[in-house]
């Protein structure tokens, strides 16, 4: 079984070149030209009293670029690179600035924590299908949960579960749930859905996670809210009006359940893999790559121990990550993945295989996480571009007249889902919208904390995550597309439907609101 899957996804990586038309790629590099010839006839931009440069309308073209090209042309890291580049040109630099363009993106402490977190699991994972523990644990979760219906409900209650890291979750769900979807002829895509609407959505809504505290420590001094404890008050009172994380998570369900029937691309995808019982689409191009997908079970385990060889390295990754969490308000997501990879390794030794079959497995796992890191540098590379640029307070400014009570928790929404759209990060979204829209709306309500206020925070909360969803730019996007080892760009295509019924919802909701 696993390895007719295996020759699935080669033969449909090597059949993505059919799958698109080359004059999409001239397409692409045309309008790359002349952004850049246009950049230069432009000559130079406006400086305000500060000395900041003002791109104005400009800034908005390196991320619509990066989205509209990574769809038509199928090659995420062509389109973002491409993206980036032409940032460069409109900001004066030209090539000479990609260097320095890769150094202020990547040479961070958040972007190596990030890699490594990757890298661990890519390894984590390749030692669990060496022993054979994931393949056993399909098997025996197969005898427990025979329907689709119950292996999308597992995943979907997994996903909740993991409510503390937007990162943690689908890293943990998608590997964990991949045998037992793809033998429940569940699409890739599915599996990468199910992983992001219960990621991201379920941390935003809870007040001590990460996100809750984040959003927490953003409403300090606003309006009348004057310490944290006021800022924690406010925020629990804002997460029953953050419709669309709360929407998101249960059409999870209801779709599962088959409450809500499936449309759209997913519907396709399901059909096919149901059908024809293909995961992939053809052309697909899975961010696990081959290297780790191909690895089978040692020889010397003949019989996988689900208990020393999966079950364990589970549990460590949970205790650590919630104990830690818990303890400090802080996750060690890096560290858990971390213990339970050296745990493993010395299991494996006890089970009689050979140092250099460990590290030669562990090699295997790290350049099979080497698609997905590729296309994280990218899009850090176009969000810090994007920051350059302004983008996100240019939207802010052609658009802040139009906020007024009625409108003002249905405009943040919309905001706020554009700015992570064309940025890829809810968090950078939050910094900007909350210190906008919160003291806005204390003035609408004459100080008292209102509906108006509590709406106007759950909008961006919520408008935050919904951006994210639609964006092939975002890292909680990329890393469910990693955990579920699905094509990145067919996972945002299938996702985006849903996620706008979502948003749509959320929109009536928060115009209803508005009139009342």
Same mark, same amino acid.
């Given at each position: 079984?696993?390895?007719?899957?295996?020759?699935?996804?080669?033969?449909?990586?090597s059949?993505?070149?059919?799958?698109?038309?080359?004059?999409?790629?001239?397409?692409?590099?045309?309008?790359?030209?002349?952004?850049?010839?246009?950049?230069?006839?432009? *000559?130079?931009?406006?400086?305000?009293?500060?000395?900041?440069?003002?791109?104005?309308?400009?800034?908005?073209?390196?991320?619509?670029?990066?989205?509209?090209?990574?769809?038509?042309?199928?090659?995420?890291?062509?389109?973002?690179?491409?993206?980036?580049?032409?940032?460069?040109?409109?900001?004066?630099? *030209?090539?000479?600035?990609?260097?320095?363009?890769?150094?202020?993106?990547? *040479?961070n402490?958040?972007?190596?924590?990030?890699?490594?977190?990757e890298?661990?699991?890519?390894?984590?994972?390749?030692?669990?299908?060496?022993?054979?523990?994931?393949?056993?644990?399909?098997?025996?979760?197969?005898?427990?949960?025979k329907?689709?219906?119950?292996?999308?409900?597992?995943?979907?209650?997994?996903?909740?579960?993991?409510?503390?890291?937007?990162?943690?979750?689908?890293?943990?769900?998608?590997?964990?749930m991949?045998?037992?979807?793809?033998?429940?002829?569940?699409?890739?895509?599915?599996?990468?859905?199910?992983?992001?609407?219960?990621s991201?959505?379920?941390?935003?809504?809870?007040?001590?996670?990460?996100?809750?505290?984040?959003?927490?420590?953003?409403?300090?001094?606003l309006?009348?809210?004057?310490?944290?404890?006021?800022?924690?008050?406010?925020?629990?009172?804002?997460?029953?009006?953050?419709?669309?994380?709360?929407?998101?998570?249960?059409?999870? =369900?209801?779709?599962?359940?088959?409450?809500?029937?499936?449309? %759209?691309p997913?519907?396709?995808?399901?059909?096919?893999?149901?059908?024809?019982?293909?995961?992939? &689409?053809?052309?697909?191009?899975?961010?696990?790559?081959?290297?780790?997908?191909?690895?089978?079970?040692?020889?010397?385990?003949?019989?996988?121990?689900?208990?020393?060889?999966?079950?364990?390295?589970v549990?460590?990754?949970?205790?650590?990550?919630?104990?830690?969490?818990?303890?400090?308000?802080?996750?060690?997501?890096?560290?858990?993945?971390?213990?339970?990879?050296?745990?493993?390794?010395?299991?494996?030794?006890?089970?009689?295989?050979?140092?250099k079959?460990?590290?030669?497995?562990?090699?295997?796992?790290?350049?099979?996480?080497?698609?997905?890191i590729?296309?994280?540098?990218?899009?850090?590379?176009?969000?810090?571009?994007?920051?350059?640029?302004g983008?996100?307070?240019?939207?802010?400014?052609?658009?802040?007249?139009?906020l007024?009570?009625?409108?003002?928790?249905?405009?943040?929404?919309?905001?706020?889902?554009?700015?992570?759209?064309?940025?890829?990060?809810?968090?950078?979204?939050?910094?900007?919208?909350?210190?906008?829209?919160?003291?806005? &709306?204390?003035?609408?309500? =004459?100080?008292?904390?209102?509906?108006?206020?509590?709406?106007?925070?759950?909008?961006?909360? %919520?408008? %935050?995550?919904?951006?994210?969803?639609?964006?092939?730019?975002?890292?909680?996007?990329?890393?469910s597309?990693?955990?579920?080892?699905?094509?990145?760009?067919?996972?945002?295509?299938?996702?985006?439907?849903?996620?706008?019924?979502?948003?749509?919802?959320?929109?009536?909701?928060?115009?209803?609101?508005?009139?009342?």
């Amino acid at each position: 079984m696993k390895k007719k899957l295996n020759e699935k996804i080669e033969k449909a990586a090597s059949e993505e070149g059919k799958k698109v038309n080359p004059k999409l790629n001239y397409l692409a590099l045309a309008v790359f030209l002349l952004v850049v010839i246009a950049s230069y006839i432009k *000559g130079d931009f406006p400086v305000d009293a500060e000395g900041n440069v003002i791109y104005g309308a400009w800034s908005l073209i390196p991320p619509v670029m990066a989205v509209i090209f990574a769809f038509i042309t199928r090659e995420a890291l062509f389109a973002l690179l491409l993206a980036s580049i032409s940032a460069l040109f409109i900001m004066g630099e *030209g090539l000479w600035g990609l260097p320095g363009l890769f150094q202020d993106a990547l *040479g961070n402490g958040w972007f190596i924590w990030v890699v490594m977190i990757e890298v661990f699991i890519g390894i984590l994972v390749s030692f669990f299908l060496k022993t054979g523990s994931t393949g056993e644990f399909s098997r025996v979760a197969g005898k427990k949960i025979k329907t689709r219906v119950g292996v999308q409900l597992l995943a979907w209650v997994l996903g909740m579960f993991i409510f503390f890291s937007d990162y943690f979750s689908p890293l943990f769900v998608g590997p964990v749930m991949k045998d037992l979807t793809d033998k429940a002829k569940i699409s890739r895509e599915k599996l990468a859905y199910i992983c992001d609407s219960t990621s991201a959505p379920m941390s935003v809504l809870v007040p001590f996670s990460s996100w809750g505290v984040y959003i927490t420590g953003l409403l300090v001094g606003l309006g009348t809210i004057e310490n944290l404890n006021q800022a924690s008050s406010v925020f629990f009172g804002s997460v029953l009006f953050n419709f669309y994380a709360i929407f998101a998570i249960a059409m999870v =369900g209801l779709i599962a359940k088959g409450i809500i029937p499936e449309f %759209g691309p997913m519907k396709k995808a399901e059909e096919r893999a149901m059908n024809e019982g293909k995961v992939l &689409a053809d052309g697909a191009q899975p961010l696990m790559g081959v290297e780790l997908s191909s690895i089978e079970k040692a020889d010397e385990i003949e019989n996988p121990n689900l208990i020393l060889n999966f079950f364990i390295p589970v549990v460590i990754v949970i205790v650590v990550a919630v104990g830690s969490y818990i303890i400090s308000g802080s996750a060690l997501t890096l560290e858990a993945f971390m213990f339970a990879v050296f745990y493993l390794g010395v299991v494996m030794i006890f089970q009689k295989l050979s140092i250099k079959d460990i590290f030669d497995t562990a090699v295997q796992g790290i350049k099979g996480v080497t698609p997905a890191i590729a296309i994280l540098a990218m899009a850090y590379l176009i969000n810090t571009a994007s920051s350059n640029l302004g983008t996100a307070g240019y939207v802010i400014k052609i658009t802040e007249d139009w906020l007024t009570p009625s409108l003002l928790p249905l405009l943040a929404f919309i905001l706020s889902g554009f700015i992570a759209f064309s940025t890829g990060t809810s968090w950078g979204t939050y910094a900007i919208m909350i210190p906008i829209a919160v003291p806005l &709306a204390f003035a609408f309500s =004459g100080g008292a904390v209102t509906t108006v206020v509590y709406a106007s925070i759950g909008a961006v909360a %919520g408008g %935050g995550v919904f951006g994210d969803h639609c964006s092939p730019l975002s890292d909680t996007t990329i890393l469910s597309s990693f955990g579920a080892a699905s094509d990145h760009i067919d996972h945002v295509k299938t996702q985006l439907p849903y996620a706008s019924v979502a948003a749509v919802l959320g929109l009536i909701a928060y115009l209803v609101i508005g009139l009342i």
